[in-house]
């Protein structure tokens, strides 16, 4: 049996588990359905999702409830941010700083060898965007507001209590 809440936090409970949910889901489905295999900062935003996941549910369950929703936001906010500095590395805002955004040929080096070793699914191409906002660009987006309104839901709770 779920443990009993404030409205708002009950909300909150519940979008700290949506975004993370819908959010895994998305990248699942565009992986093994539309073939688009994430990189490896796709996969760092998705190890805070699966974080998320996991406290959201246990505020189902125990109490207290507030930290538990607090930590999986918290979880969902990290993803949003590493999902807006790999957005930034797909637009050549700035550098990553994995090997799958490296060059392929290096100063100095052999090109061959260095075309063997760079990655297949690389960091700084964004594989698919919408309106020129890439997959990590929404995860930025929605992670990051959706983050924010669940901190204000439960500070909205803690005002009525």
Not at 67 to 96: D, M, N, Q, R, T
Not at 107 to 131: E, H
Not at 150 to 158: G, N, P, Q
Request: glycine share 8%; with cysteine.
């Amino acid at each position: 049996m779920a443990v009993s809440a404030a409205p708002s936090v009950r909300a909150a409970r519940m979008l700290a588990l949506g975004i993370p949910v819908i959010a895994l889901g998305g990248a699942l489905v565009s992986q093994y359905v539309f073939g688009l295999n994430p990189c490896e900062m796709c996969w760092w935003q998705r190890y805070p999702h699966m974080l998320a996941i996991v406290f959201a549910l246990l505020a189902f369950f125990w109490r207290p409830v507030r930290p538990l929703v607090a930590v999986a936001a918290l979880a969902v906010l990290v993803s949003g941010l590493i999902g807006g500095f790999h957005a930034g590395v797909e637009y050549k805002w700035w550098e990553g700083v994995t090997a799958c955004t490296a060059s392929p040929f290096a100063a100095g080096g052999d090109p061959l060898d260095a075309i063997m070793k760079a990655p297949v699914i690389r960091c700084d191409v964004a594989p698919w965007s919408l309106f020129g906002i890439s997959l990590a660009g929404f995860n930025f987006l929605f992670s990051t507001l959706g983050a924010l309104a669940v901190f204000a839901l439960i500070a909205r709770s803690d005002r009525k209590a």
